[in-house]
């Protein structure tokens, strides 16, 4: 045996090891762990359906670019948010489709979508002598409009949240969550300004119409600051993120609300788990009946090959989505490992019935059927980023899911196929292990 195939089988078999450690033990999450990342059609999850109010956005700004600014605000702040392989798309003028799997509360969902996250302050309402003026229940009022300093530019302008530079999660000093904010050279330029009158005052900072917080003013501020309340770690969460991603351009208001039940999806892993097992079983049967030795080294490939496809989507969770049509791909990918293979076996069915030797033929085989192999899988792979393409510019995502699925699984299959099938078999000719030929399915 070559030091060659003496690395390489090292290699398969450490790689072997990796993959089942991350798909092991297997669980009710099906693999691992932390289990498959599964997609709404199979986790189940939440629809939501918004419709925007594009009479209230910026005139300079069209219709398309308002929309696709909120389509991407909203991507941002799903991301924030958790929740893995969102599926965001327009439907028609003025709505937007938003799938969340696995999202189970869908409350906080909606407010952290919705929400315009529009940061502004609000002064001290002060009467003729400069008192300030109190409400019935004796709490401070603020102006309603937003307070103003005068730019950079010299124009007066409202402090709001465009001139957020950043915003952050923090803790005070007795361990209650806050917000920490910075302006921007323009936004610092007015805050501190503003600051500088209403010191030993009350400043309300207002989110979207509402009073979150009225701390008092003790020094001038320029570039940073705080916000402070009865906030939870969540809350703060989402506010933080709210402010980073800006202020949606377009109000949007929420049409239907559909939670997606996992019973269809449960169902269908059942349904393809079973179509696959029996197809399976036929596969490795025949390959074995038919190919005899070559056949059952295929099969051990195929085990390793569904193990490290299994493995990558285990680690990857984060960025790749089981759904159904990507079990569908799964199995179409599996179909041509198994193609690749029997056009190896073939071909070195052909050098042995031509009286070459054992080692000769194997190595022939695979030389000759390399272009047949390869050729197939760039054309594979072709019509992999075509339909990734198509999926993502008409927003069909399970046509994506498909693509990117069937890819990782030709990729696999091709590893396998070259470098795991032609490593068993060599190690095997120099072995001696099996040397008849009608091991090798070629009667003598």
Not at 155 to 175: H, I, M, N, P, V
Not at 214 to 219: E, L
Not at 248 to 273: H, M
Not at 407 to 429: E, P
Request: charge should be negative; charged fraction near 20%.
């Amino acid at each position: 045996m070559r030091r060659r195939d003496i690395v390489l089988l090292a290699f398969i078999v450490a790689l072997l090891g990796l993959s089942l450690v991350s798909i092991v033990p297997v669980n009710s999450n099906l693999l691992g762990p932390g289990g498959l990342t599964l997609g709404l059609d199979l986790r189940g999850g939440s629809q939501l359906l918004y419709e925007a109010d594009l009479s209230k956005k910026d005139p300079s700004v069209s219709n398309e670019q308002a929309m696709a600014s909120a389509i991407e605000k909203i991507q941002r702040r799903i991301n924030e948010y958790g929740a893995t392989e969102p599926t965001i798309q327009k439907q028609g003028a003025d709505r937007i489709l938003v799938q969340l799997p696995g999202v189970k509360d869908i409350s906080r969902a909606i407010n952290l979508i919705g929400d315009t996250g529009l940061l502004y302050f609000r002064e001290l309402e002060v009467d003729a002598g400069g008192n300030p003026v109190l409400d019935s229940e004796g709490n401070y009022s603020f102006k309603e409009e937003a307070a103003t300093a005068e730019g950079t530019d010299g124009e007066e302008r409202e402090l709001t949240g465009q001139y957020l530079k950043s915003a952050g999660q923090d803790f005070d000093q007795y361990g209650a969550p806050i917000v920490v904010f910075e302006w921007n050279s323009d936004g610092a330029h007015l805050f501190e300004q503003i600051t500088a009158r209403n010191i030993q005052m009350p400043l309300a900072i207002a989110l979207d119409d509402a009073i979150i917080s009225a701390p008092m003013v003790n020094s001038v501020i320029s570039s940073r600051g705080q916000i402070e309340g009865q906030f939870t770690i969540d809350e703060t969460t989402d506010l933080v993120n709210k402010l980073n991603s800006g202020a949606l351009d377009v109000p949007l208001e929420i049409i239907d609300q559909r939670d997606v039940d996992a019973t269809l999806g449960a169902d269908s892993i059942r349904k393809s788990l079973l179509a696959a097992g029996v197809g399976l079983l036929m596969l490795l049967v025949l390959m074995i009946v038919y190919y005899r030795v070559p056949g059952i080294v295929a099969c051990v490939s195929l085990g390793i090959y569904g193990a490290m496809l299994l493995a990558i989507f285990n680690v990857f969770s984060a960025q790749l989505t089981l759904t159904l049509p990507g079990i569908a791909a799964f199995i179409l990918s599996l179909g041509m490992a198994v193609d690749a293979n029997v056009l190896i076996f073939e071909r070195v069915k052909e050098e042995l019935r031509a009286g070459r030797t054992l080692a000769a033929a194997v190595e022939i085989g695979f030389d000759r059927a390399w272009s047949a192999i390869r050729d197939s899988n760039i054309t594979t792979f072709i019509a992999c980023i075509i339909l990734f393409w198509l999926g993502g510019t008409f927003g069909a995502f399970m046509v994506r899911g498909f693509a990117l699925t069937l890819s990782i699984g030709v990729a696999v299959s091709m590893f396998t196929a070259i470098v795991m099938t032609r490593t068993f078999l060599r190690v095997l000719v120099s072995t001696k292990m099996a040397t008849s030929l009608r091991a090798y399915g070629v009667k003598s």
